[in-house]
Nanobody
Framework: VQLQASGGGSVQAGGSLRLSCAASGRTLSNYIIGWFRQTPGKEREFVAQIIWSGGVTNYADSVKGRFTISKVNAKNAVYLQMNSLKPEDTAVYYC????????????WGQGTQVTVSS
């Protein structure tokens, strides 16, 4: 399953963006899809994830209450709705996948840049 992230851009603090992660190839029914972000000089940081079958979600504390991860089965796509954006949310955002029985994410799509100005 290949993943392609899109939807990044520049926004002022307090604004919103919605990122999309489109999957091609197989169905995602046996996968967990996650969003991560990375800034220069820092390690990649977990943001949110969703278990495709069942839709259980999980969030980093730093984005709880502001970001929402969701999926549309018919489109084989995962979304990250980001509200109340802060300058510290500025990063390259990646979507990634792992099978439900795997401990680590092992495939990363191309990233999309999100820039939040104060």
């Amino acid at each position: 399953v290949q993943l392609q992230a899109s939807g990044g851009g520049s926004v002022q603090a307090g604004g919103s963006l919605r990122l999309s992660c489109a999957a091609s190839g197989r169905t995602l029914s046996n996968y967990i899809i996650g969003w991560f972000r990375q800034t220069p000089g820092k390690e990649r940081e977990f943001v949110a994830q969703i278990i495709w079958s069942g839709g259980v979600t999980n969030y980093a504390d730093s984005v709880k209450g502001r970001f929402t991860i969701s999926k549309v089965n018919a489109k084989n796509a995962v979304y990250l709705q980001m509200n109340s954006l802060k300058p510290e949310d500025t990063a390259v955002y990646y979507c990634a996948r792992k099978r439900i029985y795997e401990s680590s994410y092992n495939y990363w799509g191309q990233g999309t840049q999100v820039t939040v100005s104060s």
